[in-house]
């Protein structure tokens, strides 16, 4: 009898190992998606930091149909999940309870430029986390003019909406 009971209890040990695996996993996979910026580590060369530091000086690099693409696709990777697709503020990660960011399409924040949007990206403002240890400089201001051109679109088209899925 106390074989089977504790038989039983280890079987429900190993079950519980494997619960708690698992939801460590779902955590980790969040704190990828919210991880705030990181310094250098101490001791680190700071090589690239004083020309990084001039890519994000105005005006910035020109926006080209080249720049814009990569903007599109850098945004739909890392905004969109929280500011939607067309930047309504209606992203998936805000359908599953995350505070819902502002429509760009407020008056206010069509009134941002590029530069401030860079800032944002580089610094986080309130809720939002920065994004400088996963978009460099030039990606910043390709996706900071992809939200100044939806801004331009959404006033041609003041109705239309999309689902935020990237
Ligand atoms: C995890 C969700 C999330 C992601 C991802 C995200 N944002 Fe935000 N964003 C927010 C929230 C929430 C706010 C409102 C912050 C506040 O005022 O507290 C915000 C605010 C902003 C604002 C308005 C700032 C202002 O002046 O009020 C801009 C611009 C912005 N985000 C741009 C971006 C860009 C560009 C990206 C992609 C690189 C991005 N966000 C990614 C959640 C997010």
Request: proline share 11%; charged share 25%.
């Amino acid at each position: 009898m106390r074989l089977i009971l504790s038989l039983v209890g280890l079987g429900l040990l190993l079950a519980a190992c494997d619960t708690g695996t698992e939801e460590r996993n779902a955590v980790a996979s969040t704190r990828t998606v919210q991880r705030p910026y990181q310094a250098l580590p101490p001791g680190t060369v700071a090589r690239g930091t004083a020309a990084r530091q001039a890519a994000l000086e105005p005006p910035g690099p020109e926006p080209t149909p080249q720049l814009l693409a990569r903007g599109e696709e850098r945004f739909r990777v890392f905004c969109s999940p929280c500011h939607g697709i067309s930047g309504r503020g209606d992203g998936t990660v805000v359908s599953r309870g995350f505070a819902p960011p502002p429509s760009y399409h407020e008056e206010r924040l069509r009134g941002l430029t590029p530069e401030q949007i860079v800032q944002v990206i580089t610094h986080g403002k309130g809720r939002m986390f920065p994004y400088a240890d996963r978009v460099p400089p030039e990606e910043r201001w390709a996706i900071a003019h992809h939200v100044k051109r939806l801004q331009e679109r959404d006033a041609d088209a003041p109705e239309a909406s999309e689902a935020g899925t990237p």
